[in-house]
């Protein structure tokens, strides 16, 4: 089973400030299996990045996924508003199907 | 367009059963799994197990298997998931969701929130 561990677990930034969330998984992942997710509070998780590098339907450009192997990254370039939030990495298998990440939250410094 | 719809919060003591429902609309219900997640308070997303709408099969987290079932509906379009012997530990919010065939969305109920408590 895959193991996903975020870090940091808070990151404290200013809007315009550029945001660096990790993902790390145990063992190798493909790809294609690695998702983010950006949740804030009262809301269900809602999905940024699918496939390590796209984004979903009407996610801004700041937002960009890279990575691969065991090490994956989600950056967001200058920060707004509406972009604090606690986000989520996601991998998709086969045993379990569906694995997060512990988060990281995104705060206003 | 594609909506997963929950049931309400409930409220049960330890011991208890609970069922929560997710009704499903603008999309062909038997096509996709439909994944239950839960969320303990200040945690993180946690997978529960998936039934498979067309065989109404269904697999399960490890740390769920025994306790939980999920089975579903397709005269309505909707899945379940029963929680059973409720410990206060079960407290959370509970989800179900499904992803597209490409992963390239998700669609997510409003969540059920579950308290535990004598």
């Known amino acids: 089973e895959v193991v996903l561990t975020q870090s940091p677990g808070t990151l404290s930034l200013s809007p315009g400030e550029r945001a660096t969330l990790s993902c790390r998984a145990s063992?190798?992942?493909?790809?294609?299996?690695l998702g983010w997710y950006q949740q804030k509070p009262g809301q269900a998780p809602s999905l940024v990045i699918y496939?390590?590098?796209n984004r979903a339907a009407g996610v801004p450009d700041r937002f960009s996924g890279s990575g691969s192997g065991t090490d994956f990254t989600l950056t967001i370039s200058r920060l707004e508003a509406e972009d604090f939030a606690v986000y989520y990495c996601?991998?998709?298998?086969?045993?379990?199907?569906?694995?997060f990440g512990q988060g990281t939250k995104v705060e206003i410094k | 367009q594609v909506q997963l719809v929950q049931s309400g919060a409930e409220v049960k003591k330890p011991g208890a059963s609970v069922q929560v429902s997710c009704s499903t609309s603008?999309?062909?219900?038997?096509?996709?799994?439909i994944h239950w997640v839960r969320q303990a308070p200040g945690q993180g997303p946690e997978w529960m197990g998936r039934?498979?709408?067309?065989?109404?099969?269904?697999d399960y987290g490890q740390r769920f298997q025994g306790r939980v079932t999920m089975t579903r509906d397709t005269d309505i379009s909707t899945a379940y998931m029963e929680v059973h012997s409720l410990r206060s530990d079960d407290t959370a919010l509970y989800y179900c969701?499904?992803?597209?065939?490409?992963?390239?969305?998700?669609?997510w109920g409003q969540g059920t929130l579950i308290t535990v408590s004598s």
């Open positions: 969701a499904r992803l597209s065939g490409d992963r390239s969305e998700a669609y």
């Open positions: 063992q190798s992942v493909s790809s294609d299996y």
């Open positions: 996601q991998h998709y298998d086969s045993s379990p199907p569906w694995t």
């Open positions: 603008g999309y062909t219900f038997t096509n996709y799994y």
């Open positions: 039934v498979n709408p067309s065989s109404g099969d269904a």
């Open positions: 496939g390590t590098s």
